[in-house]
C-alpha cells in the first residue's frame, strides 16, 4: 500500500511560483511511477505531470509544458512539482496519485492541496 500527503498549496500572484510537494509511505514507492492532477471548481480532475520510478522519464499535460517540472527523490519517498508562471486558470486542487498509468486511474490518492493563482 502507499499514503500520500500533498503539501505546499497557498495562494500567489498570477506569474508567480509554488513548488508542491508529495511524501510517500510505502515499500513500492522507488518502483512506481507517480503523478499529478488537479481538479478545479466545477470541472473534472485532470492530469498534469507524472514521472517514471528512475525519475528520467517524465510527462507533461499540454497545458503546463514549459512551465511546471515534476521530479522525485526516492531517498526521501518524495515527489515535487515546481510551477512557474503561475496563471489564474491554473487554480485547483492539486493531487498526488500513483501507480500512474496513461489513460488508468491511480488506485491511490493524496488529500490533495489547493493552488489559488490571482490575476
Known amino acids: 500500500q502507499v499514503q500520500l500527503v500533498e503539501s505546499g498549496g497557498g495562494l500567489v500572484q498570477a506569474g508567480g511560483s509554488l513548488r508542491l510537494s508529495c511524501a510517500a509511505s510505502?515499500?513500492?514507492?522507488?518502483?512506481?511511477?507517480m503523478g499529478w492532477f488537479r481538479q478545479a471548481p466545477g470541472k473534472e480532475r485532470d492530469f498534469v505531470a507524472a514521472i517514471s520510478w528512475s525519475g528520467i522519464n517524465t510527462y507533461y499535460a499540454d497545458s503546463v509544458k514549459g512551465r511546471f517540472t515534476i521530479s522525485r527523490d526516492n531517498a526521501k519517498n518524495t515527489v515535487y512539482l515546481q510551477m512557474n508562471s503561475l496563471k489564474p486558470e491554473d487554480t485547483a486542487v492539486y493531487y498526488c496519485?500513483?501507480?500512474?498509468?496513461?489513460?488508468?486511474?491511480?488506485?491511490?490518492w493524496g488529500q490533495g492541496t489547493q493552488v489559488t493563482v490571482s490575476s
Open positions: 496519485a500513483a501507480p500512474w498509468v496513461a489513460g488508468m486511474t491511480p488506485r491511490y
Open positions: 510505502g515499500r513500492t514507492f522507488s518502483s512506481s511511477r
